[in-house]
Every structure is written in C-alpha cells, then in structure tokens.
C-alpha cells in the first residue's frame, strides 16, 4: 500500500532549519512511501502548485517558525481552491498544544509535535491515507 502514496513534504515560511523534517522524511522513504521534499521557504502558493503538479497524497509541512496558523490557514484557502480538500495533510515541528484545535479547524488531519516517535507518524499514515 505505501508505495503508491506520493507524500509532498516542505518547508514553508522563512524558517530555515530542516534538520527535523529530513528525518521525518527520511523515516517516511523507509517505512516505503514516495517522497518528494521541496526544500526551505516554500510559499503557501509554492507547495499548493507542488501537491497539484505532484498529485500527492499527503501534504506534510513541518513548521518550526511560530507561524504555523497564518501559514496553514492560506494553504487550506489554496488546497480548497485548486479543489485538493482529498489530500491527507499533516503538521509538525514547534506547535503549541494550545494551536491544535485551530490547525484542525483549517482542515489539517494531524499535528505531531516535536518530539512524536516516527513510528508514530507512518502509523498514522499508514491507518489513514485514503
């Protein structure tokens, strides 16, 4: 099943530290998902046209920077827009607990905090990517 789910992982904002979101990635190739990882400070508008021109499954966004709600609200905006609502969207880095409900609120599946064993992260995946 994993090797036909195409994952877009990135970085949006300016934060310029992907260590943690390498890892993440790296975790995801080896549990046996397609991975494709755009790199640092992509634009809500970047990595929305990726997904499309992807056509991924997941949108994986790991946000260190603090600006996890304004981010995700204008990428919930453009997936709705681009009609790409379908895609399983996952959130991770530095997310307070108090920001959960708000993430999921915008439309975002999962939010895994700094810290969530990998396992966690393709177990969810795996139990859920349509």
């Known amino acids: 099943m994993t090797s036909a789910v ?3 992982f990135a970085k949006p904002g300016l934060d310029g530290h992907d260590v943690g979101a390498k890892v993440v990635v790296r ?7 397609e991975v494709v990882y755009t790199g640092l400070r992509k634009t809500p508008e970047e990595i929305v046209r990726r997904v499309c021109d992807e056509d991924a499954n997941v949108l994986g966004l790991s946000i260190l920077s603090g600006s996890h709600v304004p ?3 204008r990428i919930g905006a453009l997936l709705l827009e681009n009609q790409r609502e379908d895609v399983l969207w996952i959130v991770g880095g ?3 607990q108090r ?3 708000a ?3 915008i439309g975002v599946d999962a939010v895994f905090a700094v810290g969530t ?4 992260i393709v177990d969810f995946l795996r139990e859920n990517v349509p």
């Open 103 to 105: 993430l999921y609120d």
């Open 71 to 73: 981010i995700c609200r």
């Open 94 to 96: 530095n997310i307070p």
């Open 27 to 33: 975790a995801l190739m080896d549990a046996g998902f």
């Open 99 to 101: 920001d959960h409900a």
């Open 6 to 8: 195409r994952i877009l």
């Open 117 to 120: 064993p990998l396992q966690t």
